[in-house]
């Protein structure tokens, strides 16, 4: 494996080689900008749909975080199969 300036190269036993550029590296969004696009979109999510759809495991500090530039509010849920859970709920606009 060799590293030429933004450029990697990997050697395969077979003696070929890959070239991996690194130059146009794609954007990945943070959790926090998918936990706000979330709200924005259905107004609230649960830890339950942070796994499930994004396997965010750690909502509550998502939502921490969000609160420095946000209003998000804490309500509580139930239901049978989870019991009693959080409910974050944001205004949509």
Request: net charge positive; glycine share 8%.
């Amino acid at each position: 494996m060799l590293n030429g300036g933004r450029h990697l190269w990997i050697t395969y036993d077979t003696g070929d080689l890959l070239m991996f550029n690194f130059f146009k590296v794609p954007e990945q969004e943070t959790q926090e900008q998918t936990v706000l696009a979330h709200l924005k979109k259905y107004g609230r999510i649960t830890s339950m749909e942070a796994i499930s759809k994004y396997g965010i495991t750690r909502l509550a500090a998502r939502i921490y975080n969000l609160r420095e530039e946000y209003t998000i509010k804490t309500e509580e849920g139930q239901n049978k199969r989870l019991g009693t859970h959080a409910v974050y709920k944001m205004e949509v606009a």
